[in-house]
Structures are given as structure tokens and as C-alpha cells.
């Protein structure tokens, strides 16, 4: 079982950062593919970021195309940590963000995750 509680949320204008920190429980995190997903009122979730366990050598990264070159995700397991840098923030960037944790390989896909957090709100100012 892990436990995932995201922070770091907030108002921010267009073009500002925000880093989103969600730390999880449980000795067993960098076995887990890392995903960070957000949903914006009367939408779907979406795919934004994951990065992968550490069965793999690297860190390895994959982003959505709409926020490619502006966020950055990462992690530090001695921490039980994963981050997602926002910078260059857009009004489009306004969802509540979920973290989540994958036992078996990262994904793009709600349904492939195993744990969720409970979110935590951006809003991007115009």
C-alpha cells in the first residue's frame, strides 16, 4: 500500500512557476513509476508527466506535448519524493493535479496506475 499527498498548489499569474511536491509512504517508492496527471473542471484527467522506478539505469521522462519544455518532473527517493517543475505557466495549466504511483512501468493512462493522491489545485491568473 502507499500513500501519496500532494502539496505545493496555488494562484499563480500567467507565466509564472509553481513546484508541486507529492511525498509518498511506504519503503518500497523507487519501485514505482511516478506519474503526475491533472484534471480541469468538466474534463478528463490527462496524461502530464511520469518518470520512471528504478529498475531502469536513469531517470527516464516522459511528457505530455502540451506542457513538453515547460515542466519538468523528478524525484528523490532517499525522500520518497516526486516533484513536477511548472514553469512559463499558462491559463490552460488551471486543474486540480494528482499524483500517482505505478507498480509495473510508467503509462499514460489513468487506468494503469495503481495509487492516487487527492490533488491539489493551480490556478493561472490571466
Known amino acids: 500500500q502507499v500513500q501519496l499527498v500532494e502539496s505545493g498548489g496555488g494562484l499563480v499569474q500567467t507565466g509564472g512557476s509553481l513546484r508541486l511536491s507529492c511525498a509518498a509512504s511506504?519503503?518500497?517508492?523507487?519501485?514505482?513509476?511516478m506519474g503526475w496527471f491533472r484534471q480541469a473542471p468538466g474534463k478528463e484527467r490527462e496524461f502530464v508527466a511520469a518518470i520512471s522506478s528504478r529498475n531502469w539505469s536513469a531517470d527516464n521522462t516522459y511528457y505530455a506535448d502540451s506542457v513538453k519544455g515547460r515542466f519538468t518532473i523528478s524525484r528523490d527517493n532517499a525522500k520518497n519524493t516526486v516533484y513536477l517543475q511548472m514553469n512559463s505557466l499558462k491559463p490552460e495549466d488551471t486543474a486540480v493535479y494528482y499524483c500517482a504511483a505505478d507498480r509495473s512501468s510508467w503509462s499514460r493512462f489513468v487506468s494503469d496506475y495503481d495509487y492516487w493522491g487527492q490533488g491539489t489545485q493551480v490556478t493561472v491568473s490571466s
Open positions: 511506504g519503503r518500497t517508492f523507487s519501485r514505482y513509476a
